[in-house]
């Protein structure tokens, strides 16, 4: 049958999600997970001011969202203290991270990342013909030195390097980082994925630097603002950067709601103080239910612990598949050597104590496969 | 300064937004506008039984949302009749424009619209370096019979064309778009933009034939589903079609809330058959209005009456003008002949009423500027 064709590129695209969602595996099991601890999300939730706000927001959704997300975006740009065209809001990382490959990405343009780093990401470069470079991670952190020579070795545009890392849960300090950054070629552009930043210290995160051309920064209320759902994310830096997005972005995009609740969630910083404190408290309680097990979690600078399980690959996946035959959700890194490992999402003691009570028979039940 | 390159394609690609927002203009005017009649919104606002699943699933909003869209996308395939995999939900018909047009157009693909037809389309298909060619409209509906003639002198890829039209309102019976489908060129795809069906009669929409490799057609809950905030559209028609949106799509890019609440409009028919009472009402009163001033509605299939001002583009810009200066938001068609218009959103009496008041006023000075 003769059809419309698609383009050489979409052809050549597999039909593929970078993520199975936690609702299909659900719907595979025929039940819900007693424990959601696999996605990252933030389960002590956002600020009942932002609840409030997006409740109060509700009746006016036959309106379209303001385009410009004019006062997140202003109310963004303050609490970074740059100015308000150097941040761009967006439908999640994801959305903006597309938008950006779309900018600098054509087929055959290089792009380097860590292998196990955001599958997102490589999904949209892979999307737009980019050939990607994965350089391994080394002692369970990425490894800006060997990303700077792989970027030099294939004349990368795009580095992508997350930071607090995902799914390792390490992270580099600013000096690290501002090393990187004096080393990048002219023509090749760091994407900071800061997507955990509020986790750690602020004095370890690098100082925000919107005169330079090659560093561009995202952040996200999916995490320590506890509002995945609602899908805001925002990128920052130079300004010519960020007005490149309005060539190509979906200037309708974003939910009306999102947009006012998360600029309550912004204005509510002793409640995301108050969320930091109980992930942290959940990080504790994660780390010693595996140490309790025989098993080693990496010191986490992020809302989930990345726990080594000792053995290989095959093993991780067992643990995992075991947890989640017993109601709790978790993941786990993809590609060596974090493979190893399963992730843990920080939540409630309510929730942690269904991990404890399921990890010693998930283990069991691991090792004698 | 040496900074990261552009692809050409994006440093060729001018910084621009489709529509400035309402927000933008009261931003500017430094007050709000008394009433919102240019969006096409649906003033009525969404089922209560939405609102209420939106409000009760705010409290989860913690979650990523379902990337499959499960729920929503399965009651939407059964209120069309058609499989689940043959639609495709995305954040808004913009969103899914976008990648529609990706799929199928590079530099230089062909794609024909019309003069005056959706500019957030076009933006899309510039954006990925496709050509435009635009015929003009006739008797102020889109001209199938010319759409088909250019898009067979261009070879073109895409056909856009929605119906009921906006920006003029004016549909084509079934019989007119099935003959334009049997007349398509094998390799060429028709994109039926449907936002405004659900305010013509069932018997006059084209049949859904999902077997037809030739068309996609698109709907949203921003327009009689009262949700324009939200962000929920769909995609739906041949598998092969809808399946190729698994290549590039943002899966993770849905509002959990839209989705729910999406889920429950849609499962409120009897909320829509209200809306669709008070629009239609709307639509007489605008009309009359309109007549009463001397002015020529054309007769409306959508939420909006498309206003013939009896003059030359200049008046119907100054009218428009006019009527904001008096706190009235209306939009109107950018292209001749349409371009003799104002465009005005259905809404409830009070607004209407504000409307009246202020024509005469704003058609007086409009007439001595």
């Known amino acids: 049958m003769t059809k419309p064709p698609l383009t050489p590129l979409a052809e050549s695209l597999p039909a593929t999600v970078p993520f199975v969602g936690p609702e299909a595996t659900e719907r595979k099991m025929g039940k819900t997970f007693a424990a959601r601890l696999g996605a990252n999300e933030n389960l002590f939730g956002p600020s009942p001011k932002a609840l409030k706000a997006m409740e109060d927001a509700n009746a006016e959704i036959w309106k379209y969202p303001d ?39 054509e087929p055959g343009t290089s792009v380097v990342t860590s292998d196990g780093a955001y599958p997102t990401f490589n999904y949209h470069v892979t999307g737009y013909g980019g050939t990607l470079t994965k350089v391994p991670y080394k002692d369970d952190m990425e490894d800006p030195e060997a990303l700077l020579k792989a970027a030099s070795d294939t004349n990368a545009r795009l580095i992508y390097l ?81 007005q490149a997005f309005e060539k190509v972005r979906n200037h309708f995009g974003m939910n009306r709601t999102a947009q006012i609740g998360a600029l309550a969630a912004l204005q509510d910083q002793k409640h995301l103080a108050r969320s930091l404190k109980d992930v942290a408290a959940a990080r504790d309680t994660i ?20 726990i080594n399980c000792g053995a290989d690959a095959d093993f991780a996946i067992a643990v995992l598949e075991e947890l989640g035959a017993r109601g709790i ?41």
């Open 329 to 369: 959700f978790v993941r786990k890194p993809f590609a060596a050597p974090g493979d190893r490992c399963i992730r843990v999402t920080c939540g409630p003691p309510d929730e942690l104590d269904l991990f404890r009570a399921a990890l010693p028979d998930a283990l069991k039940a691991a090792k004698s496969r």
């Open 67 to 105: 385009p410009e997300s004019h006062d997140l975006r202003r109310a963004i740009a303050r609490h970074l203290q740059v100015a308000a065209d150097e941040v761009v809001v967006g439908e999640g990382i994801d959305t903006l991270l597309g938008y950006l490959v779309r900018l600098y990405v």
């Open 162 to 242: 997350s930071n607090p890392d995902n799914p390792m849960g390490t992270h580099h300090d600013y000096g690290v980082i501002d090393d990187m950054i004096a080393d990048l070629n002219p023509e090749c552009l760091l994407i900071l994925d800061e997507a955990y930043v509020e986790f750690i210290d602020d004095d370890t995160v690098p100082e925000i630097d919107t005169t330079n051309p090659n560093v561009i920064r995202m952040r996200t209320f999916s995490k320590a603002y506890g509002m995945a759902g609602a899908r805001v994310g925002y990128a920052f830096g130079h300004r010519d950067i960020v």
């Open 287 to 306: 780390s010693k239910i595996a140490q309790g097990n025989g098993l080693t979690p990496i010191p986490s600078s992020t809302n989930f612990v990345t």
